[in-house]
């Protein structure tokens, strides 16, 4: 299966499976009735088709079986819905994601020292293990929907809404914004990462350390270009600089598969191209361009942030 | 004045003009005019979206290509020059992607690590822009 699938065709969590199987019973059942009216109309336009006796019909095929039909459908998906992942907060991992226009932060909670893990654009959870997943927004509403996983809830600036997630195959698992949320809604998109469960234990120990220390002239002189640019007053990197929010946590930003929510593989040439000019591939993105600065500190800039892995 | 001898001398400088200007549209850097053997053009397309040159750069027919912190490649394929200054040939060009700042210290252009087969492969679907 392609990694990063964004499909309700292809679900890999139970929720979603629940979900497309409703949607084709549903169908199924839609194209069978559909079937047999067309059928009976063209009984019943033939020339010598014989009257029948409309109260019969009306009693039978207008009230008698929809009941039947639709008492069927209900005690069936009351009883399938049963089996969705039950929400409670209670899961033995939590994670929360705010959503702020155009992208996503997520915090872990480090089990080690109970300090919090921020990133962005990136949930990774464990296969099989429910994990509870505080929703939030900062600005207006948006919405989380990873199709192969879940359903989709809001997200709503203050006020805690909440989704258990239980991915059932690793993989990557591409979702975004449901709720059209201003200039670049349809480039808000982020991915979830199902790991083994020990590879998840060993993602977050990687992420819960700090940045790496730059190795080398060049990254030094890479690392002096990001306070250079200012990007600190945006952008954290622990161990470097950590009192801004309003931007993505770059600690770990190397290591991410995708930089601007979703939008650009991340290597060098996309994280060079994305700071010297970030409104011509995402127009209405706060971050303002570096175009002003030479060509070979914004290669040096690329260089320290691809190493943050 | 002989005038039989300007007319001699005018009509061999004309003839030298005339096969000096022939000379220029047979030179080597003629190649480009053909099409590119060194790769294939259609993978070249695929690592180019897959690369996602179009953070920096607009190239046709390429989806959410229309960065604009490096050139426009949209006739790229009729340039003359690479980043304004490398003669445009296969060999320079198959060595700018390759490593880009090593042709031009201070270029915004970073080496993205790929293979030299990449490179060609790229070159090819880059020479097919005019």
């Known amino acids: 299966m392609n990694g990063t699938l964004q499909s309700v065709l292809h679900p890999a969590g139970l929720d979603a499976a629940v979900i497309s199987q409703f949607a084709w019973v549903l169908f199924g059942a839609g194209t069978l009735i559909f079937a047999a009216v067309m059928a009976l109309l063209v009984l019943g336009l033939r020339d010598n088709a014989t009257p029948l006796r409309p109260g019969l019909w009306i009693a039978g095929a207008g009230v008698a079986f929809p009941v039947l039909v639709l008492s069927v459908l209900l005690v069936w998906s009351t009883w399938r819905s049963a089996r969705l992942v039950p929400q409670s907060p209670n899961a033995a991992l939590s994670i929360s994601v705010t959503a702020r226009m155009w992208w996503w932060e997520v915090r872990y909670r480090d089990p080690g020292s109970g300090r919090e893990i921020v990133t962005a654009n990136e949930i990774h959870v464990p296969v099989g293990q429910a994990v509870y997943v505080g929703l939030n927004a900062s600005d207006v509403i948006h919405s989380l929907w990873v199709p192969a996983l879940s359903g989709k809830p809001d997200m709503i600036p203050g006020r805690v809404t909440g989704l258990t997630l239980r991915a059932e195959r690793p993989g990557v698992y591409r979702g975004q914004c449901a709720e059209f949320c201003g200039a670049k809604h349809a480039r808000m998109a982020l991915h979830v990462v199902a790991l083994a469960p020990d590879a998840f234990r060993d993602w977050l120990q990687r992420q819960a350390e700090p940045a790496r220390k730059p190795q080398g002239a060049l990254l030094e002189r890479s690392r002096a270009a990001f306070l250079e640019q200012r990007c600190q007053s945006c952008h954290t990197i622990r161990g470097v600089a950590e009192t801004a929010r309003r931007g993505p946590d770059l600690t770990h930003v190397g290591s991410r598969i995708r930089i601007g929510a979703g939008l650009l593989r991340t290597h060098q040439g996309t994280l060079a191209g994305w700071n010297a000019d970030p409104l011509a591939v995402k127009p209405g993105v706060f971050m303002p361009a570096a175009a002003g600065s030479d060509g070979e500190s914004l290669r040096a800039l690329a260089a320290y942030l691809e190493h943050l892995r | ?130």
């Open chain 2, 1 to 130: 004045m002989s005038s039989p001898g300007i007319r001699t001398a005018s009509f061999a400088l004309v003839l030298t003009c005339a096969l000096l200007l022939s000379g220029c549209s047979k030179r080597e850097s003629d190649d480009y005019r053909q099409p590119y053997q060194g790769g294939d053009a259609a993978t070249g397309k695929k690592l180019v979206t897959q690369y996602q040159c179009g953070a920096c750069h607009k190239i046709p027919n390429v989806a959410g290509a229309g960065g604009l912190a490096g050139p426009d490649l949209e006739k790229f394929g009729r340039l003359s020059y690479i980043a304004g200054g490398i003669p445009n040939d296969p060999p320079r060009l198959v060595a700018w992607l390759l490593d880009p700042p090593a042709l031009k210290p201070g270029t915004i252009m970073p080496a993205m690590g790929m293979t030299e087969q990449e490179a060609r492969h790229m070159a090819a679907y880059l020479y097919t822009l005019r």
